[in-house]
């Protein structure tokens, strides 16, 4: 049976004003004989109050903590007030654990370096060279503290703020060393949280590009080779640091292989010699214009599989205008303007996919992104045109979902008892749509089914905004296999 003092041993001690020698040996002892998350909370309240009589014992403390990989919760106080008491010891424990093979946690990093960025950023350029993933976790924890702060993990009455323009430069100077370009993230967004998990990323992924193994493997899918040919789409890869299109035709992964098989199937269905594709080849190469047109190729693909090539023109001018949309469709008569987007929040800072700042209904990216394309495109199509029009929002696996997409877009699903029936409605959302909706006549929120991988079988639906002829309702419903839901 273990003599390892219990929680309520320490407890008391500290409850009894123990000297802070005795109790932080109790807590050396506790750890080196067992390990019990239900001490953290104990632990974290001893340290908070003994690291600066004793920091030499509570850098043991925070040493057998990482030995025996303790979670965060609990000793998130503790763990401040260690760094207030002895950051340089700190800097050296952590360069030890590193030194030896040991990855300590990178939920720690916030709150050993709080307030204390100078500290953190001398350490990061080390960090990286011992351990990259240490310095992802790590750098990546104390950017997403920048934003949003996990709930209990700070003293309410003592706000957590971190100085990401200091990281974030020194994220730029490390990028630097390492012969990447620290504008490379500046097309996904202006926000110096987001552009700082960019960079970490494309540092933790630094390629290694097997050129002549790439240009080989681009043979096995001839659709794609086909759409790149005249491109020079070597060097425009290479002018990223990190391009989706680049990683897959250096790895060997089988999830790598499906992205190229699945943009080798949606481009089987578009000719770069007959048709207008060279804004198509450009974004499809630029890598934050990637994930959005990759949306528009697979409504492509799904279009001309329906109804054919000739009857699906891409990048179709507006008439009477400079402009044009992602694609036109002829069915049965009518003609029908489909513009493409994704909605994809730039100012939403994403870590190990969970999101850390979240969406209210006026400011959801869906609804802007309705708002947008139906002031700019579709206003212009309406205005010169007869054609009907179909707005179409690209889901993703993570970011804004199809349900998301249309409480805040099309308004909340209520039932009502209508008729003496129970019916299943939407309510007009609390913000009312912006007038310039009237130009969409379709909303069609599209993505693959259960993978982000293949088109093939669509997860779609069609909601019907204005009253447009059921022949061609019909057809959009069969060509991407679409639930309707009239508004």
Not at 99 to 120: C, F, I, K, M, T
Request: with cysteine; hydrophobic share 30%; net charge negative.
């Amino acid at each position: 049976m273990s003599n390892a003092p219990s929680r309520h041993d320490i407890l008391t001690k500290i409850e009894q004003g123990k000297s802070c020698s005795t109790i932080l040996d109790e807590i050396i002892s506790s750890l080196k004989q067992s390990t019990n998350d239900e001490l953290n909370w104990v632990i974290g309240k001893a340290l908070e109050e003994c690291a600066q009589s004793e920091p030499r014992k509570a850098i043991t403390v925070i040493d057998h903590l990482i030995e025996n990989r303790a979670p965060r919760q609990g000793v998130e106080r503790g763990l401040e007030a260690v760094g207030d008491a002895a950051i340089s010891d700190v800097n050296d424990l952590l360069r030890n654990k590193l030194q030896n093979g040991l990855r300590p946690s990178g939920e720690y990093v916030p709150h050993l370096y709080r307030d204390r960025e100078s500290a953190l950023t001398s350490q990061i350029s080390e960090w990286y060279s011992e351990d990259r993933w240490f310095f992802r976790d790590a750098v990546n924890s104390v950017v997403s503290y920048s934003i949003s702060v996990p709930p209990r993990a700070v003293d309410p009455n003592h706000p957590f703020s971190v100085d990401i323009d200091e990281i974030y430069q020194e994220l730029c100077s490390l990028v630097q060393a390492n012969n990447l370009d620290p504008d490379d993230v500046n097309g996904f967004t202006n926000d110096k949280n987001l552009r700082s998990h960019l960079l970490i990323e494309d540092l933790c992924h630094i390629p290694n590009y097997d050129w002549t193994k790439m240009k080989n493997r681009l043979q096995n899918f001839p659709d794609l080779e086909r759409f790149l040919t005249n491109t020079n789409w070597k060097n425009t890869l290479k002018s990223h640091n990190l391009h989706p299109i680049a990683k897959s035709l250096n790895s060997d992964y089988k999830k790598d292989e499906d992205i190229l098989a699945h943009l080798d199937y949606c481009l089987s269905y578009v000719n770069p010699t007959m048709d207008r594709v060279g804004d198509l080849q450009n974004h499809l190469l630029t890598r934050h214009q990637y994930p959005h047109t990759v949306p528009e190729l697979q409504v492509i693909a799904l279009l001309r599989r329906q109804f054919g090539k000739s009857s699906t023109e891409i990048e179709s001018p507006i008439p009477n205008t400079n402009k044009d949309t992602d694609a036109k469709v002829t069915i049965q008569g009518y003609d029908i303007r489909i513009e493409i987007t994704r909605p994809d929040p730039d100012d939403i800072l994403r870590v190990g996919g969970i999101a850390t700042r979240s969406y209210g209904r006026q400011t959801n990216p869906a609804r802007g992104k309705v708002t947008q394309k139906a002031r700019d495109q579709l206003e212009a199509v309406k205005g010169n045109s007869s054609d009907l029009t179909v707005l179409a929002i690209g889901k993703r696996l993570f970011g804004v979902s199809e349900e998301e997409t249309a409480d805040y877009v099309l308004g909340q699903r209520v039932l009502k008892i209508q008729d003496g029936k129970l019916i299943e409605t939407r309510e007009q959302s609390t913000i009312p749509l912006d007038p310039s909706t009237g130009n969409i006549d379709y909303i069609l929120t599209f993505g693959p089914n259960n993978t982000d991988r293949n088109i093939s079988d669509p997860d779609a639906r069609l909601f019907v905004i204005q009253s447009p002829p059921n022949v061609v309702t019909s057809g959009l419903k069969q060509a991407f296999d679409a639930k309707v839901e009239k508004y």
